[in-house]
C-alpha cells in the first residue's frame, strides 16, 4: 500500500482545512485508517481512526467536535476535516494503515505510513 497525504497550509486560529490521504495498492477498503500529527520536538501523536467500512470513528480527546475523519472506499481516499484550528495544532499530519487488531492509538500498529502534510497555524 502506499500511502499519499495532502492538503495541509498555514492558517489563521479558528480557520479550516482538510486534509486527503490516497491510497493505491492493496484493497484499501479492508484496512482501518489513522491520522497522526508530529510537532517539532516531541512525539508522534495520534489524532483519530476510522474502521474499514467508516462506520466508526475515534479521536483524541483534544479534536473532539473540531476534527471529522471520514473515508470514500471507491475513491481509496481517507479525510480529516479539521475546523476550530489551534495555534497547538500545529504539526506535520500522516495518515497511515491499521494492520494490528489493537489500540487504534498505538503508532506500532500501523504501517504504510505516507510522506506527512505540514500544517501550521498562526494565532
Known amino acids: 500500500v502506499q500511502l499519499q497525504a495532502s492538503g495541509g497550509g498555514s492558517v489563521q486560529a479558528g480557520g479550516s482545512l482538510r486534509l486527503s490521504c490516497a491510497a493505491s495498492g492493496r484493497t484499501f477498503s479492508s484496512l482501518g485508517m489513522g491520522w497522526f500529527r508530529q510537532a517539532p520536538g516531541k512525539e508522534r501523536e495520534f489524532v483519530a481512526h476510522i474502521s474499514r467500512s467508516g462506520g466508526s470513528t475515534y479521536y483524541t480527546d483534544s479534536v473532539k467536535g473540531r476534527f471529522t475523519i471520514s473515508r470514500d472506499n471507491a475513491k481509496n481516499t481517507a479525510y480529516l476535516q479539521m475546523n476550530s484550528l489551534e495555534p497547538e495544532d500545529t504539526a506535520v499530519y500522516y495518515c497511515?494503515?491499521?494492520?494490528?487488531?489493537?489500540?487504534?492509538?498505538?503508532?506500532?500498529?500501523?504501517?504504510?505510513w505516507g510522506q506527512g502534510t505540514q500544517v501550521t497555524v498562526s494565532s
Open positions: 497511515a494503515v491499521q494492520v494490528v487488531i489493537g489500540r487504534v492509538s498505538t503508532p506500532n500498529n500501523y504501517a504504510y
